[in-house]
Each structure stands twice: as structure tokens, then as C-alpha cells.
């Protein structure tokens, strides 16, 4: 089948990639030319494993294009997906114009059916906003349908969900675009046996927000539990363990550490409050959620206060950029709130990450950027570990001990055995452990 998937960012482009390899031709879409010419020269505007193996197979083969104009992927295909971006409004509701902009541009070009899929996380009610959007600027009485498909990929993982995932959830109000969706997919419920999901649109879009909504809860609550352990003596990590194995709660998600970041979470859980807030419901368990969630920030921040006394010329070497390892997006990263702190506190920092440092470099420029470990902690006063690359886990203890100035680690992540640690003569901060 020929799709046409507009946004080629962390989801528009795994999502293409998917659905090239099983076999449809695919039609990438994005308004940024610059990263359309990069995907010409099979060159990836984002990392993710494997990707460029996946993107390069398939245009060789025939089946993925690329190009700038959405009029081209509107005469492509029957079935477009959008896949654009929906940042954080200036009040924490999801900024929907890229949806709504594509919207408008297919509903000017169309001229037959055409199936418009929301892949991008919206509100609820988004899908009947484009149906109103799209019936506006139609030229003609053309039929038309909008269904949501909400995308719950990973970053790290995002092809091996794409391709695996836990469920298709699909919001559909017409059998034709359900059987287009259903077709489109049979390939990947075929292989990896999960289950697709038919409800309604509003569910579907309901789906997405409520699931990000909860893990974040859940992150939050093993954060909030962490505070307690410190303050009683206990470990958060034996306390997650003893949870975890509850089938009723299960044990991811219950990692205690400096707080959830990325694109998703923050505005997800801030969108789902913002819109409860628009229907009338308080969502103070969110609003809960949000505060654990900055207050862990602030409670690492002041474990460095209280080590170094003053911060200022102090050397901090901080290992890890990306909110989360494999990855190299930095958008609501912890790093993003460290940072210009220990900078206006004056603090020499030196900053590590094996994949993220050039995106981070677009925000934050001219600051020391490193890419070998052992010299980014040389002489440091103290080493902050904000992500859990696999090379900052390890990372050789004694070596590490030996470059520093003064030995002192804040880890923000509970990678080390604070025992063990300690032994090598390390002072050690973690999160919720004696
Ligand atoms: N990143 C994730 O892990 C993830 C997971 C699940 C869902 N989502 C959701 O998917 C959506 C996309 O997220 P992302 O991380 O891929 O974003 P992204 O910023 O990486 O990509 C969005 C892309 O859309 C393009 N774009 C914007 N307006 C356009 C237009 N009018 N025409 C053509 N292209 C346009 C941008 O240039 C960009 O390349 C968001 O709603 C996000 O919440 C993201």
C-alpha cells in the first residue's frame, strides 16, 4: 500500500521505516529541508540503532522517498500519517498548529479519499478539530476520514517497538478507515502477535495521555519513596525490588533517580492536566506527579550544594546529556536543568555524552564539550552522572578515583553499589539508598 508519513523526527521516521520494511511504499514528508536533503544521502537527522541500516535497505529497495512538499505525499497516498511535532504551548496545553497546518494543506491539495492518521500525541478531541479543520479548506465535497493511532515507541528501542510493540491501538469512525489501518498493520500483528485495538477516537487519543500520564506516576511515586528511604534509613532499591515483584504493580518504571525528562513526559503530563483542567476536572494527582518530579531535581541539586559548600571554580565533570541512554535527544533533559545552574553558580564544568553533545551544543554553545571520559573527569572536584550510557557503568573506579581532584560522585542514576564505591574511596550521593 502507498502511505505517506508527514514529520520525519523520532516517530515519523521509525514509523516510515516500519512500514517500508513490511513491505508498503512510503512517502516521508518533512517541511525542514535541510533534513530531507540529509535523508537523501541516506544521512540520519536523529540516532537511533540501527535506523540508518534500515532507512538505507529500504530505498534501495524502492519503497521509502523523501521530500519537502506535502502536496507530493498528498497525491502519494490514500492513507497519510501525521507525525509532526506537538511541543508544549505557553500554558502547558500541546501546541497543535503543525497538526492543524497539515491538516489544512491536505484538505487544499486532496482531490479523493483521503485517510488522515494523528500518529503525533494530541489531546483528546484533536480528531474532531481536524475533521472541522479539513471540512473548512476541502475545495470540493470530497470524503475523508481521521482516525487516531497513537505511537508509544521508545527512544533507545524505537525500531524494535515499531516493529514489537505491546499493542496497536487504533480510534476509528468508519469501517473503511479501519480496514485501511487494519491492513496496513496486518504485517506486524502477524509477526509479533499483539493485539489491535479498535475504539473510538476519543479513547484512542485518550489512551496515549493517560498511559504517559501513568508512567510518570509511577516514577514519581518510586521518587517520592526514595525521600522516604533517605530519611529512614532504608533502600529504595530493595523497597522497588519487593514491590516489583507484585504482578499487580511490576517492577519498570520503578527506578528512583533524578526524575523523568524527555519529549514526552513532561508535556504529555502537562498537556493531560491542562486539558482535564479545560473539562472540568482537577487532575491533582498529576499536578502531584509534576512537583515529586522537579523537587527530585532540586534535592540532587542541593546533595552538590552541601558536598562542595561553594560551587563556585569548582570543576564538574557531568557524564551524560541525553534524557536517557541511546538516544540523543536532549529536549527536557535533566542535564537542561543542571547545568545553567552549576554554570550561574560558577562552577567550571566539563560535560560527556557519546551521542547527544552537538544537539545539546545547539542550545547550550561554547561550553567545554568532551568526548573521552577518563579526560573529562581529570582533575574534576566532582563527577555528576545525569544519563546511564553504558560506558559511564563501566567506567573503571580505580581509574576514575586516580584523575580526580577530590573523589566525589553524585549519581543521579543509581548505576554504582554505594558499598562498593565507598570502599574504593569515593564520597558517593545516590538516590534513596543508605
Ligand atoms: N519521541 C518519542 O519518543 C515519541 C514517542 C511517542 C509519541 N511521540 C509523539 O510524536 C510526535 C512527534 O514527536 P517526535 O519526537 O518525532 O518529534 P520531532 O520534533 O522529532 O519530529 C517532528 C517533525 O515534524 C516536522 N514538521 C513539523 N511541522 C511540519 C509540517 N507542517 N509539515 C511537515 N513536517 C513538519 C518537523 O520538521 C520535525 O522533523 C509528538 O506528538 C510526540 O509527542 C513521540
Given at each position: 500500500?502507498?502511505?505517506?508519513?508527514?514529520?520525519?523526527?523520532?516517530v515519523?521516521?521509525?514509523?516510515?521505516?516500519?512500514?517500508?520494511?513490511?513491505?508498503?511504499?512510503?512517502m516521508?514528508?518533512?517541511?525542514?529541508a535541510?533534513?530531507?536533503?540529509?535523508?537523501?544521502k541516506?544521512?540520519m537527522?536523529?540516532?537511533?540503532?540501527?535506523?540508518?541500516?534500515?532507512?538505507?535497505?529500504?530505498?534501495?529497495?524502492?519503497?521509502?522517498?523523501?521530500?519537502?512538499?506535502?502536496?507530493?505525499g498528498t497525491?502519494?497516498?490514500e492513507?497519510?500519517?501525521?507525525?509532526?511535532?506537538?511541543?508544549?504551548?505557553?500554558?502547558?496545553?500541546?501546541?497543535?498548529?503543525?497538526?492543524?497546518?497539515?491538516?489544512?494543506?491536505?484538505?487544499?491539495?486532496?482531490?479523493?479519499?483521503?485517510?488522515?492518521?494523528?500518529?503525533?500525541?494530541?489531546?483528546?478531541?484533536?480528531?474532531?478539530?481536524?475533521?472541522?479543520?479539513?471540512?473548512k479548506?476541502?475545495?470540493?465535497?470530497?470524503?475523508?476520514d481521521?482516525?487516531?493511532?497513537?505511537?508509544?515507541?521508545?527512544?533507545?528501542?524505537?525500531?524494535?517497538?515499531?516493529?514489537?510493540?505491546?499493542?496497536?491501538?487504533?480510534?476509528?469512525?468508519?469501517?473503511?478507515?479501519?480496514?485501511?489501518?487494519?491492513?496496513?498493520?496486518?504485517?506486524?500483528?502477524?509477526?509479533?502477535?499483539?493485539?489491535?485495538?479498535?475504539?473510538?477516537?476519543?479513547?484512542?487519543?485518550?489512551?496515549?495521555?493517560?498511559?504517559?500520564?501513568?508512567?510518570?506516576?509511577?516514577?514519581?511515586?518510586?521518587?517520592?519513596?526514595?525521600?522516604?528511604?533517605?530519611?529512614?534509613?532504608?533502600?529504595?532499591?530493595?523497597?522497588?525490588?519487593?514491590?516489583?515483584?507484585?504482578?499487580?504493580?511490576?517492577?519498570?518504571?520503578?527506578?528512583?533517580?533524578?526524575?523523568?525528562?524527555?519529549?514526552?513526559?513532561?508535556?504529555?503530563?502537562?498537556?493531560?492536566?491542562?486539558?482535564?483542567?479545560?473539562?472540568?476536572?482537577?487532575?491533582?494527582?498529576?499536578?502531584?506527579?509534576?512537583?515529586?518530579?522537579?523537587?527530585q531535581?532540586?534535592?540532587?541539586?542541593?546533595k552538590?550544594?552541601?558536598?562542595?559548600w561553594?560551587?563556585?571554580?569548582?570543576?564538574?565533570?557531568?557524564l551524560?546529556?541525553?534524557?536517557?541512554?541511546?538516544?540523543?535527544?536532549?529536549?527536557?533533559?535533566?542535564?537542561?536543568?543542571?547545568?545553567?545552574?552549576?554554570?550561574?553558580?560558577?562552577?567550571?564544568?566539563?560535560?560527556?555524552?557519546p551521542?547527544?553533545?552537538?544537539?545539546?551544543?545547539?542550545?547550550?554553545?561554547?561550553?567545554?564539550?568532551?568526548?573521552?571520559?577518563?579526560?573529562?573527569?581529570?582533575?574534576?572536584?566532582?563527577?555528576?552522572?545525569?544519563t546511564?550510557?553504558?560506558?559511564?557503568?563501566?567506567?573503571?573506579?580505580?581509574?576514575?578515583k586516580?584523575?580526580?581532584?577530590t573523589?566525589?560522585?553524585?549519581?543521579?542514576?543509581?548505576?554504582?553499589?554505594?558499598?562498593s564505591?565507598?570502599e574504593?574511596?569515593?564520597?558517593?550521593?545516590?538516590?534513596?539508598?543508605?
Open positions: 500500500m502507498n502511505i505517506t508519513v508527514v514529520g520525519t523526527g523520532y515519523g521516521l521509525v514509523t516510515g521505516t516500519c512500514f517500508a520494511d513490511i513491505g508498503h511504499n512510503v516521508c514528508v518533512d517541511n525542514d535541510r533534513k530531507i536533503d540529509m535523508l537523501r541516506l544521512k537527522p536523529i540516532y537511533e540503532e540501527d535506523l540508518e541500516d534500515l532507512v538505507r535497505k529500504n530505498v534501495e529497495a524502492g519503497r521509502m522517498h523523501f521530500s519537502t512538499s506535502i502536496n507530493e497525491d502519494f497516498a492513507v497519510l500519517f501525521i507525525a509532526v511535532g506537538t511541543p508544549p504551548g505557553y500554558r502547558g496545553q500541546a501546541n497543535l498548529s503543525y497538526v492543524e497546518q497539515v491538516g489544512r494543506q491536505v484538505a487544499e491539495h486532496m482531490t479523493s479519499y483521503r485517510l488522515l492518521v494523528e500518529k503525533s500525541t494530541v489531546p483528546v478531541n484533536t480528531g474532531e478539530q481536524l475533521k472541522r479543520t479539513v471540512t479548506y476541502l475545495r470540493e465535497d470530497i470524503p475523508f481521521v482516525a487516531s493511532n497513537p505511537e508509544f515507541l521508545r527512544e533507545g528501542t524505537a525500531l524494535k517497538d515499531a516493529f514489537q510493540p505491546d499493542r496497536i491501538v487504533i480510534g476509528v469512525e468508519s469501517e473503511r478507515a479501519a480496514s485501511l489501518l487494519r491492513n496496513i498493520y496486518e504485517p506486524v500483528v502477524k509477526r509479533s502477535g499483539c493485539e489491535l485495538l479498535e475504539m473510538n477516537m476519543a479513547s484512542a487519543e485518550l489512551t496515549k495521555h493517560a498511559s504517559n500520564s501513568f508512567l510518570a506516576t509511577k516514577i514519581s511515586f518510586i521518587n517520592a519513596v526514595s525521600r522516604v528511604c533517605e530519611l529512614a534509613g532504608a533502600n529504595v532499591e530493595q523497597v522497588a525490588h519487593g514491590m516489583g515483584l507484585d504482578h499487580r504493580i511490576g517492577s519498570r518504571f520503578l527506578n528512583a533517580g533524578v526524575g523523568y525528562g524527555g519529549s514526552c513526559f513532561p508535556k504529555d503530563v502537562d498537556a493531560f492536566v491542562h486539558l482535564s483542567d479545560q473539562l472540568g476536572y482537577n487532575f491533582q494527582l498529576l499536578r502531584e506527579v509534576q512537583k515529586i518530579n522537579q523537587a531535581r532540586e534535592h540532587l541539586m542541593q552538590i550544594q552541601h558536598e562542595l561553594v560551587i563556585e571554580n569548582k570543576t564538574i565533570a557531568v551524560g546529556l541525553a534524557f536517557k541512554p541511546g538516544t540523543d535527544d536532549v529536549r527536557e533533559a535533566p542535564s537542561l536543568y543542571f547545568i545553567p545552574q552549576l554554570l550561574e553558580a560558577g562552577a567550571h564544568l566539563r560535560l560527556w555524552d551521542i547527544a553533545s552537538p544537539k545539546f551544543e545547539e542550545i547550550h554553545p561554547g561550553l567545554d564539550y568532551r568526548t573521552d571520559i577518563m579526560d573529562t573527569v581529570q582533575g574534576a572536584d566532582l563527577v555528576l552522572i545525569l546511564d550510557w553504558p560506558e559511564v557503568r563501566d567506567i573503571d573506579l580505580d581509574k576514575l586516580d584523575a580526580m581532584r573523589p566525589v560522585m553524585i549519581d543521579g542514576r543509581n548505576i554504582f553499589d554505594p558499598k564505591v565507598r574504593k574511596g569515593f564520597t558517593y550521593y545516590s538516590v534513596g539508598r543508605p
